[in-house]
T-cell receptor
């Protein structure tokens, strides 16, 4: 059973476009929602994260929108650049215990010049 | 801050040998570290949770005698792949938890011939 569903699997946009990646979850116990960026052959890097008490969080060109009632959250990349071409993973976790992350399957983003 | 290193970054070994991978938190102490495995074009698969001073907790289906984890200090966790076989070839990534955030190492590419 997939605990977090991520879409689309791949995405191609032109430079300056606003790619949007979506994630949906079922377990309402999840209370921390990070996004990671991974370049080929590298480890994931934390981009931005949100808690369920806010509906939006912005850091630079990256914005998370969170819809608690729909159990969905999304990543928006403003003014996308070719250097943003990477694989993006959403994740979820619950507080307490080891707080292990459950990852989505990933979205490969290509930003064309 | 929050830098995690891994050593080696890549390793090639013969079938039947054992390989040790180190994961270090460079500028912080981590009571909890995680080990992941990632196949090409796939998401991260959690192998085990490593807590300093105690036995690691392995995910279902991960052979604890095959993948030995030791978390001897607050800045170092090691993963030893024992009697490696070609099917163990993969990208191994560690992470360290600080509060709610997980910071990942750069990964280790293991190739077993």
């Amino acid at each position: 059973q997939q605990q977090v569903k991520q879409s689309p699997q791949s995405l191609i946009v032109q430079k300056g476009g606003i790619p949007i990646i979506n994630c949906a979850y079922e377990n309402t116990a999840f209370d921390y929602f990070p996004w990671y960026q991974q370049f080929p052959g590298k480890g994931p890097a934390l981009l931005i994260a949100i808690r369920p008490d806010v509906s939006e969080k912005k850091e630079g060109r990256f914005t998370i929108s969170f819809n608690k009632s729909a159990k969905q959250f999304s990543l928006h990349i403003m003014d996308s650049q070719p250097g943003d071409s990477a694989t993006y993973f959403c994740a979820v976790t619950t507080q307490g215990g080891s707080e292990k992350l459950v990852f989505g399957k990933g979205t490969k983003l290509t930003v064309n010049p | 801050g929050a830098v995690v290193s891994q050593h080696p970054s890549w390793v090639i070994c013969k079938s039947g040998t054992s390989v040790k991978i180190e994961c270090r938190s460079l500028d912080f102490q981590a009571t909890t570290m995680f080990w992941y495995r990632q196949f090409p074009k796939q998401s991260l698969m959690l192998m085990a949770t490593s807590n300093e001073g105690s036995k690691a907790t392995y995910e279902q289906g991960v052979e604890k005698d095959k993948f030995l984890i030791n978390h001897a200090s607050l800045t170092l966790s090691t993963l030893t792949v024992t009697s490696a076989h070609p099917e163990d070839s993969s990208f191994y990534i560690c992470s360290a938890r600080v509060s709610r955030e997980q910071f990942f190492g750069p990964g280790t590419r293991l190739t077993v011939l």
